[in-house]
């Protein structure tokens, strides 16, 4: 298990930026996949963004080409990049991490993204 924590959500515009952290208790660099996903309310938790250790990555068609996920083992942690957000984005995201890249063992506390204008 891992702990991991999430920071940078907050409330922006259509159209504006904002780049999620997910900061690990431990290292990363032996765990195969960390992700992304979202909940919004009423809505069922979908996974938006997955990063292997060999450097794979794949994203959900509603956020391909507007969010990019990296991970950067030296500091122990995983970022979201998200450009142009759209008010459908608005959501608590969470961060995960997992032996694959459909199964995750360790998830966050989730941090609130609101686009409004």
């Known amino acids: 298990q891992v702990q991991l924590v999430e920071s940078g959500g907050g409330l922006v515009q259509p159209g504006g930026s904002l780049r999620l952290s997910c900061a690990a208790s431990?290292?990363?660099?032996?765990?195969?996949?960390m992700g992304w996903s979202r909940q919004a309310p009423g809505k069922q938790r979908e996974l938006v963004a997955v990063i292997t250790n060999g450097g794979y990555s794949d994203y959900a068609d509603s956020v391909k080409g507007r969010f990019t996920i990296s991970r950067d083992n030296a500091k122990n942690t995983v970022y979201l990049q998200m450009n142009s957000l759209k008010p459908e984005d608005t959501a608590v995201y969470y961060c995960?991490?997992?032996?694959?890249?459909?199964?995750?063992?360790?998830w966050g506390q989730g941090t609130q993204v609101t686009v409004s204008s």
């Open positions: 995960s991490a997992g032996g694959s890249t459909s199964h995750f063992g360790s």
């Open positions: 431990r290292s990363i660099s032996s765990i195969y996949a």
